[in-house]
């Protein structure tokens, strides 16, 4: 019997999640080492690495199987906004540049969005990880900085979905329902591991430029 495709993914991705997962900036960040601004840093990154995924999202909405995997609901560009806006103030915009393991991130989102397990890759790969480990770290700025709804942890709050555990298991049976050939599906799986060591890098140049500046 084959394994749902979902549980192979998850499966076969786990080293690379806990990787990421204990990345020290992440460490340093949880511990309450790191000023405002230095978390700053991390919220500009994902602003500009969504606002890549989204723009894709909306690129593919018509797709027939990609299309599947599009939900403006998830879409955090404004969020995004708002955190920065309370982070860094009205002049946010002219605060922040994408580092270059962003843009090479970014660079990859466009690159693999012609081919619909590409997007998925990236898609699952942040958008999971959001909604499970990414509520932790939310409840522990909010204690950390004070912050509430409306600008600060806005990116990691997804009201629009209502209950995630129930989002996640559809999310799941949508990966299962795509049943790829095994060629697809390692190449899938290729390119989380991919998108999980992208991702990794962003906070390990993150923890370089906090360093940096102490």
Not at 3 to 22: C, G, I, Q, Y
Not at 33 to 51: D, I, T, W
Not at 99 to 119: C, E, M, N
Not at 131 to 149: C, D, H, N, P, T
């Amino acid at each position: 019997m084959t394994t749902p495709f979902s549980e192979a993914l998850r499966n076969a991705t786990w080293a690379d999640h806990e990787s990421a997962e204990s990345e020290s900036y992440l460490a340093e960040l949880m511990g309450g080492r790191l000023s405002e601004p230095e978390y700053g840093e991390m919220v500009a990154q994902h602003y500009f690495a969504y606002v890549a995924l989204d723009g894709v999202s909306r690129e593919l909405a018509d797709h027939p199987v990609a299309g599947r995997f599009v939900f403006p609901e998830l879409y955090r560009e404004r969020a995004l906004e708002r955190d920065l806006a309370t982070i860094y103030g009205p002049d946010w915009r002219s605060r922040i540049a994408p580092s270059k393991a962003t843009r090479t991130l970014v660079a990859r989102i466009h690159q693999v969005s012609d081919w619909p397990g590409g997007y998925i890759a990236h898609h699952y790969t942040r958008y999971l990880g959001d909604l499970s480990g990414g509520q932790f770290i939310r409840m522990e700025l909010q204690k950390i900085y004070g912050y509430a709804k409306g600008g600060g942890v806005d990116f990691y709050f997804f009201d629009e979905l209502g209950s995630l555990p129930r989002f996640k298991n559809e999310y799941r049976a949508r990966l299962d329902g795509l049943d790829p050939e095994e060629r697809e599906r390692q190449r899938i799986i290729g390119e989380v591991k991919l998108a999980y060591q992208l991702n990794t890098e962003v906070l390990t140049e993150l923890l370089h430029v906090v360093k940096a500046a102490a």
